[in-house]
């Protein structure tokens, strides 16, 4: 379709599309032909990204590199294509933004998406040799993607020298090119060199080689009185990602993560401060746009939990002011402002909650919880690799599920509640029965990577499991004597797997089990009645439901299976006709991104990162009580049989108890 670009390395950049999909089509130059080691390179980024699926490194097919022969030629074009991803780099990024430096969470979030796509590449034996902000791109879900591995190194193979008599003899970024790659000598911990320089130039907004951080004569690189606002500890481990010699960088990925987990969890467990007035922005060396000049530094909004060691979905990331954000990243980080009146209709009902119980015991952020049909069993799931079972009415700590190895991000129960599934970053689908909550076992390596959302149909015949890539699983839950079917499913694998538009945040069946529903990037419907029993291949298409404008975070259905509700980071809930699947009604008045719902009977709660619950007449569809009081953002509540309300959210991990929003009457 058109010329991209013909400064990128050996080749020619295009875009072109697949019938209607756009890609990426690289063209290596005619002049490089004939020469065996620039050949090698453009070859081997299709190889090494064909055996990469993460949403974190381009799609390669592996028939990617390809040879087309022009008309009248005895020389080959050699072609590689790809997918296109649809972002900026993060060096257009930052221009985007005004070129202010990034927060210490948009830090932490970065350097933990960057650090899982280095674990994979590193566990295919390469590494990348040439990581720098032109080379990392931003999708719009918030998913950080490393690009061009034309330079990427086989560890096993002798390290490339001098390409003939070409002028490149090594790969080198100036600022961002470790000393012993400079001499031709790469290892695995340079790309850890590389991503320190690259997260140092987002946490400054200056180039490496600005004379204000990097002294030539005395080769001295200052940089930390240029971000005052991270914390010391993030500091000191930037520094030793770019330690001169390799062997005083972290040896491994694993060990990157651990040591990003251990300065979130001492970030979580310090006294709370008095709120401190934001330091200043340091000045740019890179000529903002004149119309970015006056801008506001972006605002993070990155949830606390992401900022630790989870293996990285999907998801998730605070642009504010540009870019659509991830469902976490939207909800977590919480709204500064105080909460606002939706409007001033007449009879909504202003109702203020005070704090009854607060239950302590998860040391990092809670990502989901589950209430029993007991009325007092509560059970939540952390960053903490925990799921935790409480009894409310003691005010007591049940029961410790320890099996998880990372982040527990979603939770679900049979229909009969004798089984709880949980899955998260892991990968892993993890069983336990209730209500001791013994482990019955578990399917490893259910999605290839982190998994964000499970759920089971009404009458117990499907487990649904989503991950940060769109990839849905549709697995036989109970066999045909009503037992649990974990050995065919570990054994045989998922019945179905559909592929939706981007991450997946939520995943709900309809009452009758026609349809599941998916919400994330996208809404879409899977009908479940087009499953043809003798061909797990044919899937049907999904029926995609257009109006919200950014990510869904949660799906309800109302109780008579014909309305389904969605809430939405752009602020809104909407009702659709589940069975004419169209839009039915807009509900405003959240004045922050709406995190989850509740149906209960003819009203909707909604609960929004502002710190409110509304609650919705859902046949005049007008808010008729606006839930006031609590202390911080609500991800996730529920409901008690006495009427008080049950929260997590927030920067601690802490369950709330709140009393005074009494049940709305029919």
Not at 274 to 295: I, K, R, V, Y
Not at 346 to 361: K, N, Y
Not at 446 to 466: D, M
Not at 548 to 566: C, E, K, Y
Request: glycine share 6%.
């Amino acid at each position: 379709m058109r010329l991209i670009s013909s400064q990128s390395g050996f080749g020619r950049v295009y875009e072109a599309y697949e019938r209607n999909v756009p890609k990426i089509l690289k063209v290596l130059k005619e002049s490089y032909n004939h020469h065996d080691k620039v050949l090698e390179l453009f070859q081997r980024e299709a190889q090494v990204l064909s055996q990469l699926s993460h949403p974190g490194v381009p799609h390669v097919d592996a028939d990617g590199y390809f040879q087309y022969f022009p008309k009248n030629s005895a020389q080959p074009c050699h072609c590689l294509v790809m997918e296109k991803i649809d972002g900026p780099n993060l060096k257009q990024w930052m221009v985007q933004q005004g070129n202010h430096p990034i927060s210490e969470k948009q830090a932490m979030l970065w350097l933990t998406q960057l650090t899982d796509v280095l674990h994979l590449v590193h566990r295919h034996h390469y590494f990348h040799r040439d990581i720098k902000p032109e080379n990392i791109m931003l999708r719009s879900s918030g998913q950080l993607v490393l690009v061009d591995f034309g330079a990427a190194r086989e560890m096993t193979q002798t390290y490339m020298g001098d390409l003939d008599n070409s002028n490149i003899t090594t790969v080198s970024s100036a600022g961002y090119t470790p000393p012993e790659q400079e001499q031709g000598q790469a290892v695995p911990q340079s790309d850890f060199y590389a991503m320190g320089r690259t997260l140092i130039y987002l946490l400054t907004a200056k180039l490496p080689n600005d004379p204000t951080v990097y002294d030539p004569r005395s080769n001295a690189f200052q940089w930390r009185e240029h971000a005052p606002q991270i914390s010391p500890a993030l500091a000191d481990f930037v520094d030793e990602l770019i330690a001169p010699a390799a062997a005083h960088r972290p040896p491994t990925t694993a060990a990157i993560l651990d040591r990003l987990g251990q300065i979130r969890s001492a970030q979580i467990t310090r006294p709370p401060n008095l709120p401190q007035p934001a330091p200043p922005w340091p000045q740019t060396t890179l000529n903002p746009p004149e119309s970015a000049t006056h801008m506001e530094p972006v605002q993070s909004f990155l949830p606390p939990w992401l900022d630790g060691r989870p293996w990285l979905l999907a998801g998730l990331t605070g642009l504010a002011l540009a870019l659509p954000l991830t469902w976490y990243a939207l909800s977590r980080g919480g709204s500064t402002g105080q909460p606002s009146p939706v409007t001033q209709r007449v009879g909504l009902q202003q109702v203020t909650v005070t704090p009854t119980l607060t239950l302590a015991g998860h040391t990092q952020d809670i990502s989901d919880l589950l209430l029993l049909r007991d009325g007092k069993t509560l059970v939540t799931a952390s960053s903490d690799a925990t799921v935790r079972l409480w009894d409310l009415e003691a005010g007591t700590l049940m029961q410790t599920l320890t099996q998880s190895k990372n982040v527990v991000k979603s939770l679900t129960t049979t229909t009969d509640q004798a089984v709880l599934i949980s899955t998260g970053d892991d990968r892993a689908l993890r069983f336990w029965a209730l209500p001791a909550g013994e482990p019955l076992g578990q399917i490893d390596n259910a999605h290839s990577i982190p998994a964000t959302a499970v759920e089971v149909s009404t009458n117990n015949r499907w487990l649904a499991s989503g991950d940060g890539d769109g990839t849905i699983h549709l697995w036989p839950l109970i066999t045909a004597n009503g037992g649990l079917n974990l050995a065919t499913m570990a054994e045989a694998g998922p019945s179905y797997t559909f592929k939706a538009e981007g991450t997946i945040n939520d995943l709900l069946f309809s009452r009758d089990n026609r349809w599941l529903v998916s919400g994330g990037a996208t809404l879409q419907l899977w009908d479940l009645s087009m499953l043809d029993p003798a061909n797990s291949a044919l899937v049907p298409d999904p029926i995609t439901l257009e109006g919200h404008t950014s990510f869904v975070n949660r799906i309800a259905i109302s109780d008579d299976n014909q309305t389904l509700i969605t809430a939405s980071a752009d602020k809104t809930v909407r009702l659709w006709n589940l069975t004419t699947q169209t839009s039915q009604a807009v509900l405003e008045g959240h004045q922050s991104y709406v995190n989850t719902l509740r149906v209960d009977g003819p009203y909707l709660w909604s609960a929004d990162a502002n710190k409110v619950i509304l609650v919705w007449d859902l046949q005049q569809r007008a808010p008729v009580r606006q839930v006031n009081g609590f202390v911080t953002d609500i991800w996730r509540f529920t409901v008690l049989p006495n009427g008080h309300l049950v929260t997590i959210g927030g920067k601690q991990p802490l369950v709330r108890v709140w009393q005074g929003a009494e049940p709305m009457e029919p």
